[in-house]
T-cell receptor, first 114, second 115 residues
């Protein structure tokens, strides 16, 4: 089945220790998104790629970076995680950027910062 | 700018009862509207979407939603709740002509189904 895969599902890191979360997709979608979701809140868009075109949200902290080496893979790098960065991180894809396109979400990576 | 309001952060129904989850939106241009469901420790899954065709939209798992422009609403319903419907539900709006990634999500409604 075509899908969005996130690894690892659970990640524990230490305060200030860089961490990388990964996402892959077999849908061959042009657009990939990274969201941060805190408990009982709506997902918050961090950035997205349209093919190789990177789009950062204005309020995304500089501590968060992303890479998309090819169509299938996208990475979220948190350079110096703080306690406030503990959250569920969701990767999503869509076939295009048009407003009618729905997003396909991965199962998420739950990040704990100790 | 657009916004989404989901009335009731928690809704509890008995198994077999009607499910009604409310969503009101504001958008300066015609919107596309989506309902997603999120099970514990999972990503969001599309239930249904409105893209300006039929105002009554049928989705997966027996859910449907009706777009009412005059009320700026897109409430989600299911005639008979099942235990497996217990989850968090998010309404999202994307104004026509904007980037899909600029969807605005509501804060979510947690549905509890009692046996």
């Amino acid at each position: 089945d075509a899908m969005v895969i996130q690894n690892p599902r659970y990640q524990v890191t230490q305060f200030g220790k860089p961490v990388t979360l990964s996402c892959s997709q077999t849908l061959n979608h042009n657009v990939m998104y990274w969201y941060q979701q805190k408990s009982s809140q709506a997902p918050k868009l961090l950035f997205h790629y349209y093919d190789k075109d990177f789009n950062n949200e204005a309020d995304t902290p500089d501590n968060f970076q992303s890479r998309r080496p090819n169509t299938s893979f996208c990475f979220l790098d948190i350079r110096s995680p703080g306690l406030g960065d503990a959250a569920m991180y969701l990767c999503a894809t869509s076939r295009g950027r048009g407003s009618s396109y729905e997003q396909y979400f991965g199962p998420g990576t739950r990040l704990t910062v100790t | 700018a657009q916004s989404v309001t989901q009335l009731g952060s928690h809704v509890s129904v008995s198994e077999g009862a009607l499910v009604l989850l409310r969503c009101n939106y504001s958008s300066s241009v015609p919107p596309y509207l989506f309902w997603y469901v999120q099970y514990p420790n999972q990503g969001l899954q599309l239930l249904l979407k409105y893209t300006s065709a039929a105002t009554l939209v049928k989705g997966i798992n027996g859910f449907e939603a009706e777009f009412k422009k005059s009320e700026t609403s897109f409430h989600l319903t299911k005639p008979s709740a099942h235990m497996s419907d217990a989850a968090e539900y998010f309404c999202a709006v994307t104004p026509m002509g904007t980037n899909a990634g600029k969807s605005t999500f509501g804060d979510g409604t947690t549905l509890t189904v009692k046996p």
